[in-house]
């Protein structure tokens, strides 16, 4: 390999196929993933990535101001100088979104719910990659029959409805009962059991594919140690899908939550905010046509949901040459396999 | 999901296909053998974890009965003994069909799925029709017309369709059609009448419009084909939104084959081109992910019963999971992880028969 010389001792860097190379240098900026799939974006696609990162931009700041924009805390039921709000009233001055069954303040909680929300995201999802990588780096790179329990292990959960596996690990850890960070951690780690198969699998793929590598063997040959080959090496190298899943599982994690919340086991209403919980209290209001109570918390989760898939969608669009929009290269060839397999992935990655 | 465990069959492929036919029953006898570890991984998952924090009893009733009394019913019920001992026990139930007795009301949870399981599977099968009308023209345009407004907004649908929970598509069904307009009921299966009609049946077969057809009561068949409607459109459309998506993938695909263009330049019509030529070759891989939602769909039924007060498998998951009888939760929870295992394998099955380079 003696490539990397040869660009070093080149002369002259003013031809056109030079001039290539200090781009590449000073773009290291602009290889955070989604700038780089910004910048590389044209048209319809580029539309949906903005508006996607507009939405989910807003929604991080609403959660992160929540303090600030909400005008009462998320279970009171009467201002601060004692005036109590009543149940069930419609939108008015005082307030604006109007009052839950419960007399809470309807505006304020569908803000407090953007915090408890990006809480559970981030939670679940720093879990959920950290052991998902790791199981997925040790696994694909060893082999063997630890390799093939784990991934045994992960096909059956993969396969299993995500709701009812998140059902069962929150009555594992909290029974069903919940404060705010037991509830968060719960609800978290409940999903998090869901999502490490993903990470597992895409992570283990590609352990495999680069393990098989000559610059791997190489870094053997001249003793490196294994942990920093499986770090450098192998880790560095085997990341590329996990942006797209990342974002993707935003999305699933945030409607997994409010699914709980849903059923009654998110988290308490006195405890923190949840959009999933506030539906479910809603249920009844529906059939008498107050639609206050469930419009806006429902409203919420769609929009955030609708923008990190809307940004995970576009970087699975820019990230796969064959969906990526530019100069349509007609009459190439592809087989029908190999589109039945990212078919399947793309969708496996969402559900 | 069977090809990372086939994988190491991969190198047999050659010989076992110059077999013909015997190939076909080799990948059936394999995967079949391959679900009994799925299950069993799952069984063994959700017991050990439902019981590592106690036993279902205290769960359900600890706080209401006196400490003795509690203590009396635990050992009743053998929660007192070694784990491994209990888990023993609950294998050989379930191979002897035997998912469990109710806590709270002290019914088989077999009885449960019997009485249940038919409207679950009424509503999914409501919901998959709902599913593929929708899907399969919006995703032809959508392919057809690649890159363009159509597709742009069809897909933004499909987005949407999935960004909504399906429980709040349920209530602002409800609110529009059934509060604000009266068009439709609000809940349940059938009005009290109907109800009562099917529980007079001999010999029912739990799905209502087909007993209601078999009655010949057209009164019958309206009120409950009025009653499927909202829950039918709020399953069916979350679905449908994934199944765009997969066939605009799948039939792009094979738009772009060489077949199609030679078609064209034979002068075959472009709605038999799109039709016939890219739609046909598209379905097996449309076919094998659609088998894989059956999980999706089974999770949404629960939200679904649950939002539509209909009497399904889910909307009992939900009561237990309310009256914390976690056995029947359990019970529940492990039957449905058997229809999905078997669900996946008839859905590969299904595909080797279409699809010969399955079969590996």
New interface residues.
């Given amino acids: 390999m003696s490539i990397p010389d040869s660009y070093d001792e080149m002369p002259t860097p003013s031809t056109s196929a030079l001039a290539a190379v200090p781009v590449r240098k000073k773009s290291w900026v602009e290889k955070t993933p989604v700038l780089k799939e910004l910048r590389q974006s044209v ?2 696609q580029r539309g ?1 990535l903005v508006t996607g990162l507009v939405i989910t931009v807003a929604f991080i700041l609403v959660a992160v101001l929540a303090p600030v924009l909400a005008p009462y805390s998320w279970a009171q039921q009467q201002t601060a100088d004692g005036q109590s709000f009543g149940t069930q009233q419609a939108p008015n001055a005082l307030n604006i979104l109007g009052t839950t069954v419960s007399g809470f303040d309807v505006l304020s909680r569908v803000l407090w719910g953007a915090q408890t929300a990006l809480l559970v995201i981030i939670a679940a999802i720093a879990c959920s990659i950290f052991i998902g990588i790791a199981l997925g780096l040790i696994s694909g790179y060893f082999g063997g029959w630890l390799d093939r329990i784990l ?3 992960a ?10 596996l998140a ?3 929150s ?2 850890i909290s ?2 009962q919940s404060t705010l960070w037991g509830g968060i951690m719960a609800t978290a780690i409940a999903i998090t059991v869901v999502f490490v198969p993903q990470y597992f699998r895409v992570v283990r793929s590609e352990v495999v594919r680069v393990r098989a590598e000559p610059f791997v063997d190489s870094a053997k040959v001249i003793g490196v140690p294994t942990t920093r080959i499986l770090l450098r090496h192998v880790l560095r190298n085997s990341t590329r899908s996990l942006p797209v899943i990342i974002t993707l599982n935003a ?1 699933e994690a945030l ?1 997994t939550l ?2 709980l919340g ?4 998110g988290i308490e209403a006195t405890a923190a905010a949840e959009w ?1 919980y506030d ?2 209290r ?2 009844g209001d ?4 107050i ?1 206050w109570t ?2 806006f918390p ?1 409203v919420a ?2 929009l955030v ?2 923008g990190v ?2 940004v995970g ?1 576009s970087l699975n669009d820019l990230a796969d040459p ?2 990526r ?1 530019r100069r349509r290269a007609g ?4 087989s ?2 190999a ?2 397999g ?3 992935a ?3 990655a ?2 | 999901m069977a090809v990372d465990a086939g994988a190491a069959l991969a190198p047999v492929q050659p010989r076992s296909k110059s077999k013909g036919g015997g190939g076909l029953w080799r990948y059936i006898l394999v995967r079949l053998v391959l679900i009994i570890p799925t299950v069993f991984i799952l069984v063994t998952t959700v017991f050990f974890l439902m019981r590592i924090t106690g036993d279902p009893i205290t769960a359900a009733l600890g706080g209401r009965l006196p400490a003795d009394q509690l203590a009396q019913r635990i050992h009743e019920a053998g929660y007192d003994r070694p784990l491994i001992v209990q888990y023993g026990d609950y294998l050989a139930g379930i191979l002897h069909g035997d998912f469990g007795t109710t806590i709270t009301d002290r019914r088989p949870v077999t009885a449960i799925l019997l009485q249940y399981g038919s409207a679950t599977l009424e509503l999914a099968i409501y919901a998959l029709i709902v599913a593929l009308i929708i899907s399969i023209p919006l995703g032809l345009i959508a392919a057809y017309r690649r890159d363009r407004w159509q597709d742009a907004t069809l897909r933004v649908m499909a987005i949407l369709a999935y960004a909504t929970p399906i429980f709040f598509a349920g209530l602002l069904l409800k609110l529009v059609f059934s509060v604000w307009l009266g068009w439709l009921p609000v809940s349940g299966r059938g009005n009290t009448r109907t109800e009562l009609l099917m529980s007079g049946i001999d010999t029912p077969t739990g799905l209502y419009l087909l007993d209601a057809i078999r009655l010949g009561n057209g009164p019958a068949i309206a009120d409950v084909l009025q009653h499927a409607i909202l829950p039918a459109v709020a399953l069916g459309l979350l679905t449908a939104g994934v199944f765009l998506r997969l066939i605009r993938t799948n039939v792009i695909g094979t738009l772009g084959q060489q077949y199609v263009t030679s078609g064209r330049s034979r002068g075959v019509s472009e709605y038999r081109l799109l039709t016939k030529h890219a739609y046909r070759p598209a379905l097996i891989p449309i076919i094998t992910v659609m088998g894989m939602q059956i999980a999706l769909l089974l999770a949404g039924a629960v939200l679904t019963e649950t939002t539509f007060e209909w009497k399904g498998i889910g909307f009992m998951l939900a009561e237990y999971l309310k009256s914390r009888d976690f056995v029947a939760v359990q019970g529940i929870v492990v039957m449905i992880a058997v229809v999905v295992a078997v669900t996946n394998f008839i859905v590969d099955i299904v595909a080797a028969f279409i699809d010969p380079r399955v079969r590996y």
């Fill in positions: 048209g319809l949906m991934v045994v292990i096909d059956a959960i993969y396969a299993f409805p995500s709701l009812l059902i069962v690990m009555i594992v029974r069903g999305s409607l409010a699914g849903f059923l009654g086991f999933g539906l479910n809603a249920m529906v059939t008498s046509g639609w469930s419009v429902g989760i769609v949901v609708l898939t809307l969608e064959r969906l929009l009459g190439k060839k592809k029908g396999a589109d039945a990212s078919g399947a793309s969708e496996g969402q559900s």
